[in-house]
Antibody, heavy 125, light 107 residues
Framework: QVQLQQWGAGLLKPSETLSLTCAVYGGSFSDYYWSWIRQPPGKGLEWIGEITHRGRTRYNPSLKSRVTISVDTSKNQFSLKLNSVTAADTAVYYC???????????????????WGQGTMVTASS | DIQMTQSPSALSASIGDRVTITCRAGQNIDNYLAWYQQKPGGAPKLLIYKASSLESGVPSRFSGSGSGTEFTLTISSLHPDDFATYYCQQYNSYSFTFGPGTKVDIK
């Protein structure tokens, strides 16, 4: 049974860098896509970006200039950094596992079938 | 980005009711649609993927249908555990987008 355990600082000042890490326990790390998703208080879900075990990344264009997602395959972990945070970045941040869809030799991400517990990050002076 | 809409935004229902939630995509997403259930303070839980495939361990009272731009999630007989917010999500193209959610509460 795969589990995602995430951690990171929960209180930041504006202009600081958000940093979160997600560890994957159980299951394969190489056969899935790994994403970060956030949810502002009382609002809906926003996909931030994803990474594969090979380090290939895709980002939401609305956040691309401030986001870096990285992977450490030796530890089965992936991380999120978001620069220059403002109050608008206040949200619960989730890591999630994306199913993999195969089209011949090409793959594409599918639905998010496993989620971390979430980390509330507040950006406030 | 592909815009996702859901209707209704909220509904009140009784135990045993049949509940249907509609999700519409701003363009054709084939059947690359998922449904999630989220309870207060918890992470979303995958219910349905590829529009109509039931995730392992999810009760069979949940079902999904549709393709292209219009999709539905149906709960055949509402259980006490089903009061939650439901989100649809497209994964046809980047960047992935979610619907705004439908809150199901007790009548």
């Amino acid at each position: 049974q795969v589990q995602l355990q995430q951690w990171g600082a929960g209180l930041l000042k504006p202009s600081e860098t958000l940093s979160l890490t997600c560890a994957v326990y159980g299951g394969s790390f190489s056969d899935y896509y790994w994403s970060w998703i956030r949810q502002p208080p009382g609002k809906g879900l926003e996909w931030i970006g994803e990474i594969t075990h090979r380090g290939r990344t895709r980002y939401n264009p609305s956040l691309k200039s401030r986001v870096t997602i990285s992977v450490d395959t030796s530890k089965n972990q992936f991380s999120l950094k978001l620069n220059s945070v403002t109050a608008a970045d206040t949200a619960v941040y989730y890591c999630a596992r994306g199913q993999i869809l195969w089209f011949g030799e090409l793959s594409s991400p599918g639905a998010f079938d496993t989620w971390g517990q979430g980390t509330m990050v507040t950006a406030s002076s | 980005d592909i815009q996702m809409t859901q209707s209704p935004s909220a509904l009140s229902a009784s135990i045993g009711d049949r509940v249907t939630i509609t999700c519409r995509a701003g363009q054709n997403i084939d059947n690359y649609l998922a449904w999630y259930q989220q309870k207060p303070g918890g992470a979303p839980k995958l219910l349905i993927y590829k529009a109509s495939s039931l995730e392992s361990g999810v009760p069979s009272r949940f079902s999904g249908s549709g393709s292209g731009t219009e999709f539905t999630l149906t709960i055949s007989s509402l259980h006490p555990d089903d009061f939650a917010t439901y989100y649809c999500q497209q994964y046809n193209s980047y960047s992935f987008t979610f619907g705004p959610g439908t809150k199901v509460d007790i009548k």
